[in-house]
């Protein structure tokens, strides 16, 4: 970590700061709001703002700043590299017909769950992230059955570089704890979670085999606690989400 930080170019860090805020913000900002923002001389944000202006990642309207749709291009053309997402894709939107719920595909990336696709089913409710949040592998089960899919080593590598953040009463942030349900999460092939990332919400995930290729994913189903539970979710949500797996599975051998 160190010796990446003493590598980095700052300008390229201030840009990002810049369009970050901006997507904080979401509502346009001028000059001066950015640079009290971003503690940057008005200058410099002046500069950065330009730049991404002429490259198309952010817009200019009446003197206020805006993130443009040119970030998602970027970020769908990196989805689309990946043969798990361009597989998997139709499988996710499936699941989330037949279930009714939502459904997610996540893959690990730097010690980090990334939410790559999520498919809704016939209610209203979303989960409180979307497309490309990174968040710890041990709160949610689409994480849990990453980790558990991962060599002892590398889960205590990820443990120590990310810790065992606690997000809610329920999340796991013992190092012991959380391995002995990884080793039955093994077992089992199933992982659940139950209020440990959010209140109230639980899931049931599964990860997708691709022959030792990365990134590890997983697939899972969540929602209210009030709806996934009991049989419902331990024997017929469970079993969608592991027959979807399979049929994944097998699209990527072909």
């Not at 002429?54 to 805006?66: A, H, S």
């Not at 790559?116 to 209203?124: E, F, K, L």
Request: charged share 25%; aromatic share 4%; glycine share 10%.
């Amino acid at each position: 970590m160190g010796e990446n930080t003493t590598k980095r170019v700052q300008a390229t860090v201030n840009s990002f700061r810049i369009l970050e805020q901006l997507l904080e913000a979401k509502q346009s900002m001028g000059v001066t709001e950015l640079a009290d923002a971003v503690g940057l001389s008005k200058g410099v944000v002046y500069t950065h703002l330009s730049t991404l202006s002429e490259l198309g990642y952010i817009k200019k309207e009446e003197q206020r700043y805006l993130p443009s749709l040119g970030l998602l291009k970027l970020g769908e053309d990196a989805r689309r590299g990946l043969s798990v997402f361009t597989q998997a894709r139709h499988h996710i939107e499936n699941l989330a017909r037949v279930t009714g719920e939502v459904s997610t595909l996540f893959i690990e990336e730097d010690g980090l769950g990334v939410c790559v696709y999520t498919a809704v089913g016939n209610g209203s409710w979303m989960p409180d992230y979307t497309c490309g949040s990174r968040m710890p592998l041990h709160v949610n089960a689409t994480g849990k059955a990453i980790l558990a899919s991962l060599e002892q080593d590398r889960v205590d590598d990820i443990i120590e570089e990310h810790g065992l953040t606690r997000m809610t009463n329920e999340t796991v942030t013992i190092p012991e704890t959380l391995n002995s349900e990884l080793r039955n999460i093994s077992e089992s092939g199933v992982s659940f979670s139950r209020g440990e990332q959010f209140v109230d919400v639980v899931g049931v995930a599964t990860t997708i085999d691709l022959d030792g290729r990365e990134p590890v994913a997983a697939i899972g189903v969540c929602g209210p606690s009030s709806r996934l539970n009991g049989r419902y979710l331990e024997e017929d949500i469970t079993g969608q989400v592991i027959s979807t797996a399979k049929s994944i599975q097998v699209d990527l051998a072909r």
